[in-house]
């Protein structure tokens, strides 16, 4: 029977029988002398039953993840997978970006354009999603909540008047249009992988935007700003995602929406429009990606929309 030594704290001791080592020892493989521990450590060794970090002998709840139950152990494991993931997204995300990028060119070339690098690439999540009828229940959820919304809103004082900003110069106005064009362009590429969001939010409506309408809309009932709403929505709507959300788009005028389904911007598309020049026309190649693959792509000349069927997928 093998016995274990008690060691002081602080001492380092023999992974396999905690019995105390000399510097040497602790130093070097962690064991003590004995021949049993050697072969013991062993053979646990072949079995991968040592923590991946410290080395040490697993217990029989820890096999299954190769840690011991060590804190700093787990720490380090979580650190290093975290590192691992950020690893393998970055190369996931050079590879798509070098795939967008040799698509953008072969596209470009066949319009014979010797710069394609003044459309600027921009890589955008895609929405895949199948249309399926909204089911009864859930319309009238939303309507439920809607009507809510509403009452508060009507509840409310009208919000003061909004004071006249001062006139934007018309070259920026000019810009500014063509760079909302194009931005339209890519979300109908993208074809609304934001708006799945809505599913969850009630389309993102809030009192405030209630409030927004009835005050530009004052001769409307609360009954008939219901009413305004709840047309909009479709027999058909995407599957998992917000009631508006169809297969043409958003079936709410912008100016019933909510402010962040007008002013979000997806990371991709807010680089997009961070880089385009101040003058100029506003070029872009936007390639809409999912699982690490590319799903759609559109070539924008401002307000023109070429869409461009995704490329073969890699099966190397």
């Known amino acids: 029977m093998m016995i274990h030594a008690i060691s002081r704290p602080g001492t380092s001791t023999c992974l396999i ?11 070097s493989n962690k064991l003590c002398s004995r021949a049993e521990c050697a072969w013991r450590y062993s053979l646990l060794k072949k079995q991968n039953k040592l923590c991946r970090i410290c080395s040490r002998p697993l217990s029989d709840r820890g096999w299954a993840s190769g840690i011991c139950a060590a804190p700093d152990c ?13 690893q393998q997204r970055t190369q996931q995300e050079q590879k798509l970006r070098e795939h967008a990028q040799q698509l953008r060119d072969q596209v ?33 959820e939303f309507r439920d909540h809607l009507k809510s919304l509403i009452d508060r809103a009507a509840a409310l004082p009208a ?24 931005s339209g362009s890519a979300c109908a590429c993208c074809q609304g992988s934001c708006c799945r969001g809505g599913a969850y939010t009630h ?40 009631v508006y959300h169809r297969e043409d788009g958003c079936s709410l005028p912008r100016e019933m929406r909510a402010n962040i389904c007008n002013e979000f911007y997806c990371g991709g598309l807010r680089e997009f429009r961070a880089n385009v020049p101040a003058t ?9 990606t999912a699982d690490n693959a590319i799903q759609r792509a559109a070539l924008v000349h401002e307000e023109q929309r070429l869409m461009v069927p995704a490329p073969p997928t890699d099966t190397d």
């Open 203 to 242: 389309a993102y409506l809030g009192v405030e935007t209630l409030q927004r309408y009835m005050t530009a809309h004052s001769k409307q009932s609360p009954r008939k700003v219901l009413a305004s709403y709840m047309r909009h929505i479709s027999a058909e709507t995407c599957e998992g995602s917000c």
């Open 17 to 27: 029988c905690n019995a105390p080592l000399s510097w040497n020892q602790a130093r």
């Open 74 to 86: 787990r720490r380090t494991d979580l650190a290093q997978r975290a590192h691992e993931e950020h």
């Open 280 to 288: 100029g026309p506003v070029r872009g190649f936007f390639v809409a």
């Open 108 to 140: 470009v070339n066949r319009f014979g354009v010797r710069q394609p690098e003044s459309f600027l690439l921009a890589v955008i999540p895609a929405a895949i999603h199948r249309i399926t009828r909204l089911p009864a229940q859930r319309r009238r």
């Open 159 to 182: 919000p003061p008047a909004v004071v006249d900003q001062e006139p934007v110069m018309e070259s920026v106005a000019v810009q500014d249009a063509r760079l909302q064009a194009a």
